[in-house]
């Protein structure tokens, strides 16, 4: 196989990486995707970092395993240890906290709140990126225990998302009057009609738009781009496909071709 030819690897803990093949397949149609979401584990945002280590760990064996040329690393909180999982992949990871907080830094936000996990927050993995570049920028962060697993049920009419959304999003505004809030778990965009409806002033930002950039910029940069116009989307889960196929087609996705659970 040549090297254009290979697939891009997605992981994440559950379905919510879905909204980073949604970006994926907009701007680079023509890639092959292969996508891993661990359902059986999730949450990931309420495990120990050697935990979160070692389920990522089989989950990149697995890609490698379909011969992927790089690996989107969806889950913000998997994405918060990407510096110690890169020397053990021999292909590029790319980190969506690493995209999401350089767009803020590139739009000079002074001020912006961030929703992830608890474990996302407590890393301080978007501080640290953000105040790198943007130093003087204030970072409104709360970590939800609940949200991702919530939305991981595959069920989005249940009136316990907007109530955990409103929840974590007024102790964010009770600190600070925000006005752009990252959507800092890959989970969260599959539900932003319901952060729109609960909060309807504030803007989302989706890091899933930066990501998706970056894994372009690689592909061109390494001249790895797949020169066909249409490429497939083959999902592998831990948990139920039939969640994966009903957040595929909520999020329009071209696909999937295959949706199959896989054991790790
Ligand atoms: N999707 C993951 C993220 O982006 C979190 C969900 C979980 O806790 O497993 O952070």
Redesign the pocket.
Known sequence: MFQNDRPIGVL???V??LTVVRQLQRLLPGEDIVYFGDSAN?????RSEDEIFLLTMKMLRFLEQKQVKCVAV????ISTLVERLRPECPFPLIS?VEAGADFVAREKLRRVGLI??EF?VKTGAYDARIHAQLPDCEIVAKGSPNL??LIDKGDFNQSAINEEITENVDVILAKAPVEDLIL????FPIVAENFRACFPRLRLIDPAEQQADAVKNLLVYRKLSNPQTRGALTIHTSGDPAVYEAVAKRLELFGPESCEVASL
């Not at 999730?42 to 309420?46: F, K, L, S």
């Not at 800092?184 to 989970?187: E, L, Q, R, Y």
């Open positions: 994440d803990s559950g919510g990486g999730v949450p990931y945002g309420n969806a889950c913000n909180t969506i992830a996990t996302t991702a697993a800092g778990c890959t989970h």
